[in-house]
């Protein structure tokens, strides 16, 4: 066996993303492993140049799940936040923030301050030679960025489902939305994970009603686990409103194929610029996210029905989207299939998408694949797609 | 919720109108024609095109998915249709709205008067229609029609009194989605009284009340209504029909006549489902839901 170069995998080390990434870079036989914590990356980065090798790879996982981090990383974004008009804490009002479960904090603060890290990371990285990242920091920004991904996806002449805009209101989303012609939109955080925030909106001359998994309380958002159907109009446009003020992409409803009773949608991870795993996301509703009471689907009962021409344009669709990123190791993408399997969408790319347990391909997990990927063949040079 | 759109209508395979793909197989295939999602080109346009093609005097039966996104109606394709009667000789189905959720919620859909479609096409023997916002029938009188399926999220009561009371003679199969009262559903059990009476439509064989809210009080009444001994297929399937409802079925004698009963989407019992199945009647039972309480259960169409 060939040696390993040193991995670093920066995340939360008591999050499953991490451990299955340590599992995997063991059962590679990487013996050089460590980890650093967000916490400790944020208390004092250099900690993180400490552990980096000559020759080694930096591994960047989700921040996510752990309050302490997230606060810090609005703290981080409160300045530059201070100059835009979005959602925002002052730094006293996040001191005596409580966890309370389920609250959507302001996004584009978070942002700028995940930005910010991910700024002071790649920094750190350009600093020494031969400090690289599976997955550029700049890639990472990019893809928590869904307006700007719809920039990137468009120079690459991606399918995407067509943007309308980024409203300031729910009056504003209402305008454009009637300008272009179009009665049903999907209102979306621009800098949200997990369907967080997510508004599905249906309009007519008459009326409106909305779909989202977002609950308003005592002027606080939160996440449920359930879609809920808004129709009073005074709640839609206080909803909207508030998903607006996050800074929000509005885009038209791409119709999503059924199949098995459900309509869906898929994930396909790109690893090394090859589609890997792949899931059927099943769905009652109109949102898709599997954490929503969704269920995988029957994978491969849809590629039969689709045939392999489609299913070979599905996955070539989603490996442009991630050859968008060409310094990315792996991207999962989310692919909209519309009805007769003939036109596809790409919804989104996750720079954190592949945690899909149980779910081998040629025998591996995601991690282990991504590992082994990176060992057959490193990415190219790191020249980020956001430059 | 509909994720999909018809594949098959009327014994032919539907595919999607798509002028790329070339001349239609207009005798062996059935056409859906919809207005693409970020088309400008308007519906009667494409049926235009469609209609342009040689040998589209064979067409069979006309699928018609989205008018439009916006606020559409589909006036201007039941004015269309009426005027190329001429050209649709050996029309014998249409179907108007097959939109699924995705593309606009059922209870959303937009209707119109569609009884101009009756007067032009006297051979017309297939009659399907989703979506019961605006839709009116007035008043018909068709000598050929065979099937007339109305699926609403919510049907209003003014249009199941129209759809009951026209004069339908050769009228086979009947299918109403009763649909929820939040999306505009009010029918109640004495408004059935027409059907399940047997008094209209002599040649009923396939009766269809689906999708409904009191699922086991139209159980419980088609049990004791005269229409049961004529039936070859009874359809309660989609609602929320119990151990009651279908307990109701099993104590009628004529329910026995039956060759087919649909009850797939239920809140039927394990014991009950063991009953059905040795009741000597072909039945679909596939699809059973869980809800102990009443609020806990719901109709599989309404949005």
Known sequence: ?387 | MIPEHATEWLGYPVELYDPANGTPDYRNKVYRLASDYEAEEPLTDVLARFIGGPGSEETPALIFGLYGEHDSTPVAIVEALVALRARLPKLRGIFLGDIISEECEISWINQSDVSPLFRAYPNLEHFRIRGSNGLEFGEIHHAKLKSLVIESGGLDVGVLREAVAEDLPGLEHLEIWLGSDNYGGNITLSDLEPVLSGKKFPRLKYLGLRDSEFQDEIAAAIALAPILARLETLDLSLGTLTDEGAAALLGSDAFYGLKKLDLHHHYLSDDMMARLKNSGVNVDLSQQQQGEEEDDRYIAVSE
């Open chain 1, 1 to 387: 066996m060939s040696a390993r170069p040193p991995l670093v995998i920066l995340g939360n080390p008591w999050n499953r993303r991490v451990v299955f990434a340590q599992r995997a870079a063991d059962s590679l036989g990487w013996r050089e492993v460590s980890t650093v914590s967000w916490r400790e990356f944020l208390h004092d980065p250099e900690r993180l140049a400490n552990h980096m090798r000559p020759d080694g790879w930096l591994r960047i996982e989700s921040p996510g799940e752990d309050f302490w981090v997230e606060k810090a990383l609005l703290r981080l974004g409160a300045d530059e936040a201070a100059a835009e008009a979005f959602e925002r804490l002052a730094p006293e009002e996040l001191e005596a923030l409580p966890f309370r479960r389920g609250e959507i904090l302001p996004m584009r603060q978070w942002y700028l301050g995940w930005r910010k890290t991910l700024q002071r990371l790649a920094h750190l990285l350009a600093k020494a030679k031969d400090r690289r990242a599976m997955n550029p920091p700049a890639d990472i920004a990019a893809m928590f960025d869904k307006a700007q991904c719809h920039e990137i996806l468009g120079a690459s002449d991606v399918p995407r489902p067509q943007l309308l805009g980024l409203p300031e209101s729910y009056e504003h989303l209402r305008e454009i939305m009637r300008d272009a012609g179009c009665g049903r939109a999907f209102l979306k955080p621009c800098h949200s994970s997990s369907a967080s925030g997510v508004v599905a909106l249906e309009t007519s001359r008459t009326g409106a009603r909305a779909f989202s998994t977002v609950e308003m309380a005592e002027g606080r958002l939160f996440n449920s686990l359930t879609v809920r159907e808004y129709r009073d109009p005074r709640l839609i446009a206080e909803l909207v409103d508030a998903v607006c003020r996050q800074r929000s992409v509005a885009e038209r409803w791409f119709p999503k194929a059924g199949h098995d009773g459900e309509r869906f949608d898929l994930r396909i991870l790109v690893i090394g610029g090859r589609s890997a795993h792949a899931v059927m996301r099943q769905s009652a509703g109109p949102i898709t996210n599997l954490h929503l009471g969704n269920r995988r689907g029957d994978l491969d009962g849809l590629r039969r029905r689709m045939g392999p021409v489609a299913w070979q344009t599905a996955l070539e669709v989603a490996e442009r989207a991630a050859g968008a990123f060409p310094a990315s190791l792996y991207v999962a993408v989310d692919l909209l299939v519309a009805p007769g399997f003939r036109r596809f969408a790409v919804a989104e790319v996750n720079a954190f998408g592949d945690l899909l347990p149980n779910l081998p391909h040629e025998g591996r997990d995601t991690y282990t694949a991504e590992f082994a990927r990176l060992l057959e063949r490193p990415p190219p040079a790191q020249v980020s797609a956001s430059g």
